[in-house]
């Protein structure tokens, strides 16, 4: 519970606070059955770092730790589980292998209902690689707003893909929705 609430505190701007207190944690000392919820959030908070920071070596170092820590949740998750793939794929997304990743990601979105929590993640994933990687606020935007609609359905605040969605309207000059959204 601590650490799903540590992944909560950058939503509420308190990215510094999360980001001290997961560097006071040592995962070994954690209990095995524990080891997957710290790994995941960590590299959640770590992924929040990497968007609020412009400065690329900034980036780069939360992109490093975030991965990481994707590396090690997958040694705590069965392989040949759905979780798997998607943590694999989602560590890839920012490699040379992105585009091989999204399509992955692309059809484990098709396999799942958006009312399902990790639909919207995923769709927010799919959302970043557009808007970073390839500049396509197109296709980032329909990523942004399906991953938001999963949020509203599911009553989650986890991803951040409505304002996301809201920052891509605003620099498009459509000022009003964009301030609706965030």
Do not use: W
């Amino acid at each position: 519970l601590r650490f799903m609430r540590l992944e909560a505190y950058p939503i509420k701007g308190m990215l510094h606070t999360s980001l001290l207190e997961f560097e006071k944690i040592d995962p070994a000392t954690l209990p095995e059955s524990v080891k997957p919820v710290y790994f995941r959030c960590a590299s959640q908070v770590n992924d929040y770092a990497r968007d609020m920071y412009d400065q690329p070596q900034y980036k780069r170092n939360f992109i490093n730790v975030s991965r990481m820590m994707m590396d090690s949740l997958m040694n705590h998750v069965p392989r040949d589980s759905f979780m798997y793939r998607y943590y694999k794929a989602s560590s890839r997304i920012i490699s040379p292998e992105g585009a091989e990743a999204v399509a992955e990601m692309t059809v484990m979105l098709d396999s799942l209902s958006r009312d399902e929590r990790i639909y919207a993640r995923i769709a927010g994933e799919i959302g970043n690689y557009y808007a970073t990687n390839h500049r396509n606020t197109e296709r980032a935007e329909f990523y942004y707003a399906l991953s938001a609609i999963s949020d509203i359905l599911t009553g989650n605040n986890e991803a951040t893909s409505l304002h996301r969605l809201g920052k891509l309207l605003y620099d498009r000059g459509d000022v009003e929705r964009a301030m609706r959204y965030l």
